[in-house]
């Protein structure tokens, strides 16, 4: 029976679940105590007594697979679509095998980036904390059709969202320079970042996070948006600059955001985003569905359990 450490959170929330299906597969699992990711001095000491590890977001860089291989390691998945956070180059060249489980949770995701939408056009977030002090708030929102979106990201996260944005009545325009084409989709509208931002009333993120676009929404591409425009983000937290996006609030450029992910995890005591009236915030939880993860988990350990074959 081989040891394997998991520090994925979403997993980590369903593990008795996935128990006697690991040990089907010769796989003992070690549940990692995590909200959501481990440091390097934690990884450093605790991977060279496992076999195998199931990864989240965790910093999974040279220095821990480095460390993890001098001792029992030998390979490693890593949970979920994004692996900006994994040095695959390091793992190659120690002999690592690795991958991870991509086309599990695109729906799900997709789901929360139009409820966030919707969310957002209506002030639903406005008037349920209104009423919870107290009052009976009625601001009044815009209507969904005839309304633009930008969606950044033609992945399958991407894709489900424009097709659900479409079927609300808003005009998509999709970003993504490593797709060609209207991905199959009547109707869908094509550009450059960031050519025409200044047409949307939305702007949605589901891309995966890259060296090409760090910060790709920034103060300069901010100045460029429609005043009042509405931004969510399903993805990764560094794609936005975020204390770009929180003067763009505080000016009124932005109207509101919905995040569901932050440039640091969790969003930190301080951050000027916990006191804004206009931001829906989350917990980099779009993909986390009993469905979903179980589907992503057992993808995972099937993967690991034959490369520790």
């Not at 291989?69 to 690592?96: M, P, Q, S, T, Y």
């Not at 450029?253 to 006191?275: K, Y």
């Not at 569905?289 to 992503?296: L, N, P």
Request: glycine share 12%.
């Amino acid at each position: 029976m081989k040891d394997v450490l998991v520090t994925c959170p979403p997993m980590l929330g369903q593990i008795d679940r996935f128990m006697d299906y690991a040990a089907g597969c010769g796989l003992r699992l070690h549940p990692a105590q995590v909200t959501q990711t481990l440091s390097v001095e934690e990884l450093v000491a605790l991977l060279p007594g496992y076999d195998g590890w199931i990864i989240g977001d965790d910093p999974a860089n040279r220095t821990v697979f480095q460390a993890a291989r001098g001792g029992r390691l030998r390979a490693a998945v890593k949970w979920g679509i994004g692996v900006d956070n994994v040095d695959f180059d390091a793992c190659r060249e120690l002999g690592i095998p690795i991958t991870n489980t991509p086309q599990m949770f695109g729906a799900e995701v997709a789901d929360v980036a139009t409820a966030f939408t919707i969310g957002l056009a209506r002030q639903l977030f406005l008037i349920d904390r209104g009423v919870r002090a107290g009052g009976w708030p009625k601001p009044a929102g815009i209507s969904l059709t005839g309304r633009r979106a930008a969606v950044v990201g033609l992945g399958d996260i991407g894709r489900n969202t424009v097709t659900r944005l479409q079927a609300l009545g808003l005009t998509v325009t999709a970003y993504d320079p490593g797709v060609e084409g209207d991905a199959g989709i009547p109707g869908l509208v094509r550009a450059a970042w960031p050519e025409g931002v200044e047409d949307q009333d939305f702007i949605v993120f589901t891309c995966a996070l890259n060296r090409h676009n760090h910060h790709m929404l920034n103060a300069e591409v901010l100045g460029r948006c429609k005043e009042g425009v509405r931004i969510v983000n399903v993805a990764r937290g560094p794609l936005i600059d975020e204390a770009a996006l929180i003067a763009a609030l505080q000016s009124g450029r932005v109207h509101s955001a919905a995040l569901d992910v932050f440039e640091v995890e969790p969003l930190p005591a301080d951050s000027p985003l916990r006191d804004m009236e206009r931001v829906i915030l989350g917990t980099h939880n779009g993909s986390n569905t009993i469905d979903g993860v179980i589907r992503a988990s057992h993808a995972a350990i099937d993967h690991l359990a034959g490369f520790l074959a």
